[in-house]
C-alpha cells in the first residue's frame, strides 16, 4: 500500500501534473499560482519548467510544445487569462497534440 502524503493544493496539482507525464511547464507568476510552478520545478529531470515574461507567452509556450506531442500545463493568475486570450482562442481553433492543462488560479 501505498504511503500517504499530506500536501497543499498547489503542491498536489504539481505531483498530479508529473503523474500525468507533463513534460513541458510555462508560467507567469502572480499570486496564487506560482506555487504551482515552485513546487514542480522539483521535477525538473523529466519536466522542463520556465518563468515566462508575461501569460500569453507562457500559454503560446506550452501550447507549442503540445503541438508537437509533448503533454504541457501553463499556469497563471486569474486576470492573466485576458492577457493570454489571443493563444487561448487560437488554441481552441488548431487543438492539441500531446494534451494541454491551463490552471487559472483565484483568490
Not at 515574461?53 to 510544445?65: F, I, M, S, T
Request: glycine share 10%; with cysteine; aromatic share 8%.
Amino acid at each position: 500500500m501505498a504511503e500517504k502524503v499530506i500536501m497543499l493544493g498547489n503542491e498536489a496539482i504539481a505531483r498530479g501534473a508529473y503523474e500525468a507525464g507533463v513534460k513541458v511547464s510555462s508560467a507567469y507568476p502572480g499570486t496564487p499560482s506560482t506555487e504551482i510552478s515552485e513546487y514542480l520545478v522539483q521535477y525538473r529531470d523529466d519536466v522542463y519548467e520556465e518563468w515566462a515574461p508575461n501569460e500569453k507567452v507562457a500559454l503560446e509556450v506550452a501550447h507549442g510544445a503540445c503541438t508537437g506531442g509533448a503533454r504541457s500545463f501553463c499556469a497563471m493568475k486569474h486576470v492573466g487569462l485576458n492577457v493570454a486570450a489571443d493563444p487561448l482562442y487560437t488554441a481552441s481553433y488548431i487543438g492539441v497534440n500531446g494534451g494541454l492543462v491551463i490552471a487559472v488560479a483565484d483568490d
